[in-house]
């Protein structure tokens, strides 16, 4: 349920918003993924001016819309609220992005970025093909958790951004793949 994933972990969320904020400056063409974290971005990024945002997630668009943003939404199959499927991934190849912020169910002990279907699968990886820069946003639920499709790798993403707390052991693998952490 959209509105109990929306609410858990909030201060959370909100922490990790305002850090990816601080990544964004006016002017530039903004992927938000779907998803409760990403829409905490969105509610953050409507301070900094002349932004055009490009996103498969309805309520992301119908919130920037409401707000008289710039707005692109990725037409295709609706499941979960948002677009996803061979006319979403065709839009989504169609355009490059400053900067994209892309949310996960699960990353496990290995960081590998993983979700439970194989539309969003997909979708993740087109993203990450047409962004500059492409962040992962996971807050500590998301990790030590499994799901049946693999999208990547941490190791792919320009930085990861979360509250998780790496200990020693997982700070050095993290390292090994050169993985970039941005901690909040």
């Given at each position: 349920?959209?509105?109990?994933?929306?609410s858990a972990n909030l201060e959370v969320k909100q922490r990790i918003a305002a850090c990816c904020a601080g990544l964004v400056t006016g002017g530039m063409q903004v992927f938000l993924d779907a998803g409760p974290t990403t829409f905490a971005i969105a509610q953050e990024l409507l301070a900094v001016p002349s932004l055009t945002f490009l996103t498969n997630d309805l309520k992301t668009a119908?919130?920037?819309?409401?707000?008289?943003?710039e707005v692109i939404i990725l037409g295709g199959t609706i499941s979960t609220g948002s677009a996803v499927g061979s006319l979403t991934l065709e839009m989504m190849g169609s355009f490059f992005v400053?900067?994209?912020?892309?949310?996960?169910?699960?990353i496990n002990e290995d960081f590998d970025v993983l979700t439970p279907t194989i539309?969003?699968?997909f979708m993740?990886?087109?993203?990450l093909?047409?962004?500059?820069?492409c962040f992962l946003v996971?807050?500590?639920?998301?990790?030590?958790?499994?799901?049946?499709?693999?999208?990547?790798?941490?190791s792919d993403y320009t930085a990861v951004v979360t509250d998780y707390r790496f200990n020693e052991e997982e700070k050095r693998l993290a390292e090994s793949k050169k993985?970039?952490?941005i901690q909040v």
């Open positions: 349920d959209y509105s109990k994933k929306r119908l919130f920037l819309s409401r707000h008289r943003r400053d900067v994209a912020f892309v949310g996960t169910a699960c539309e969003k699968a993740k990886r087109a993203v093909r047409s962004a500059k820069e996971a807050d500590s639920s998301k990790f030590h958790r499994s799901a049946l499709v693999r999208i990547n790798s941490l993985i970039e952490l």
